[in-house]
């Protein structure tokens, strides 16, 4: 067989990105933690919503996602959807699945429970079953996720969630009244 002027990696991206999945496999780990502070930081948010409306939410979106991006970077591997589920899945991002499958695994899980495309990874929903199970909203995985809109990505999810958050808290006073 002729020799091509081809070379494959001899890693996968997986063993190049040794540091940030060991992080994202702790992140999975520790969930029901990471959860009580996704909750105390959105209830954060949602206080400052008057602030990000006299701001003006698209104002803040850069500093936002700066901050979102360095943390969720970090402690998941994010992909910066605009669409975060990470509360819904243990923690586990499901945009690092190599086929970006956002509601479960696809039918190649190895016997091992790795993923078919990277040998060397555990499937990314088999570590968020895992992460969900420690979650006091651990049957939230069970939700099925729309599919992904790649006009949000690069925005703050933490924005997004914050002002629908306000929208829904406002539409029940209304009703109250």
């Known amino acids: 067989m002729p020799k091509s002027?081809?070379?494959?990696?001899?890693?996968s991206p997986v063993t190049r990105s040794r540091a940030f999945y060991s992080v994202r496999l702790w992140s999975v780990r520790h969930s029901r933690g990471l959860e009580r502070?996704?909750?105390l930081l959105a209830g954060v948010f949602l206080k400052l919503h008057p602030?990000?409306?006299?701001?003006?939410?698209k104002r803040a979106e850069k500093p936002v996602v700066l901050i979102e991006?360095?943390?969720k970077s970090f402690?998941?591997?994010?992909r910066m959807c605009g669409q975060c589920v990470l509360s819904d899945t243990g923690m586990s991002c499901p945009m690092n699945c190599p086929k970006s499958l956002r509601n479960g695994p696809c039918g190649g899980v190895r016997?091992?429970?790795?993923?078919?495309?990277?040998p060397d990874m555990p499937c990314v929903w088999v570590?968020?079953?895992?992460?969900?199970r420690n979650m006091s909203a651990g049957d939230n995985i069970l939700h099925v996720q729309p599919p992904v809109d790649h006009s949000w990505r690069g925005s703050s999810a933490w924005l997004r969630a914050t002002?629908?958050?306000a929208e829904e808290k406002d539409a029940q006073k209304a009703e109250a009244v």
């Open 5 to 11: 002027a081809y070379q494959p990696a001899s890693r």
């Open 37 to 39: 502070i996704y909750k």
């Open 51 to 57: 602030f990000w409306k006299f701001v003006g939410y």
């Open 69 to 71: 991006k360095t943390v």
């Open 75 to 78: 402690l998941f591997d994010c």
């Open 111 to 118: 016997a091992n429970g790795n993923c078919e495309v990277e």
């Open 127 to 132: 570590q968020a079953w895992k992460g969900s």
């Open 163 to 165: 002002a629908q958050s």
